[in-house]
T-cell receptor, first 115, second 113 residues
Framework: DSGVTQTPKHLITATGQRVTLRCSPRSGDLSVYWYQQSLDQGLQFLIQYYNGEERAKGNILERFSAQQFPDLHSELNLSSLELGDSALYFC??????????????FGPGTRLTVL | SQKIEQNSEALNIQEGKTATLTCNYTNYSPAYLQWYRQDPGRGPVFLLLIRENEKEKRKERLKVTFDTTLKQSLFHITASQPADSATYLCALAGDSSASKIIFGSGTRLSIRP
């Protein structure tokens, strides 16, 4: 158990809908990272927040947005969902903002299925 | 474009032998390289980080090499055990920013008793 929690575990929704994925980092970690893992694209970095501020951005679609709250939990909002958004979404956390140089602890993921 | 290649086929190894996984990259000059383990339906688990100026890194039964001339990293598990069966991902970054991290597709390793 990494100490990172994600809810919900599974999510099934329809095209065009909007969903919110939630992540609670390990106690004491200030950075939260969001990743998407699909069969055809592999694991891809989406966005990082550090202590409430956006720190780094990957190939995140404009339909997707995220935020980190004062208690350091984070939410990833996905809107106007398409079939191709079906994937595993992972959250990871680390103590500092060092990106690849910080050990990132991954949560169990949220499996999103868009029908 | 930048490309990372890992053995696309599963690797089957007899218990006790050394498993060697390969991560090749093209059109890229990474400053950092990581290896992760991922079990089915679970999040990746960080194993090792190696920097471009380091040739080799070890941790218990794990060893990673980083050859910037060959554009290749090798990941070794010595005295392999069935519990080492998993998918192993390599990740590279041109600098420490998370926005520069790219992952390979992973190699599935199976250790038979």
């Amino acid at each position: 158990d990494s100490g990172v929690t994600q809810t919900p575990k599974h999510l099934i929704t329809a095209t065009g809908q909007r969903v919110t994925l939630r992540c609670s980092p390990r106690s004491g970690d200030l950075s939260v990272y969001w990743y998407q893992q699909s069969l055809d694209q592999g694991l891809q970095f989406l966005i990082q927040y550090y202590n409430g501020e956006e720190r780094a951005k990957g190939n995140i679609l404009e339909r997707f947005s995220a935020q980190q709250f004062p208690d350091l939990h984070s939410e990833l909002n996905l809107s106007s969902l398409e079939l191709g958004d079906s994937a595993l979404y992972f959250c990871a956390s680390s103590v500092e903002a060092g990106g690849i140089t910080d050990t990132q602890y991954f949560g169990p993921g949220t499996r999103l299925t868009v029908l | 474009s930048q490309k990372i290649e890992q053995n696309s086929e599963a690797l089957n190894i007899q218990e006790g032998k050394t498993a060697t996984l390969t991560c090749n990259y093209t059109n890229y000059s990474p400053a950092y390289l990581q290896w992760y383990r991922q079990d089915p339906g679970r999040g990746p688990v960080f194993l090792l980080l190696i920097r471009e100026n380091e040739k080799e890194k070890r941790k218990e039964r794990l060893k990673v090499t980083f050859d910037t001339t060959l554009k290749q990293s090798l990941f070794h598990i010595t005295a392999s055990q069935p519990a080492d069966s998993a998918t192993y991902l390599c990740a590279l970054a041109g600098d420490s920013s998370a926005s520069k991290i790219i992952f390979g597709s992973g190699t599935r390793l199976s250790i038979r008793p």
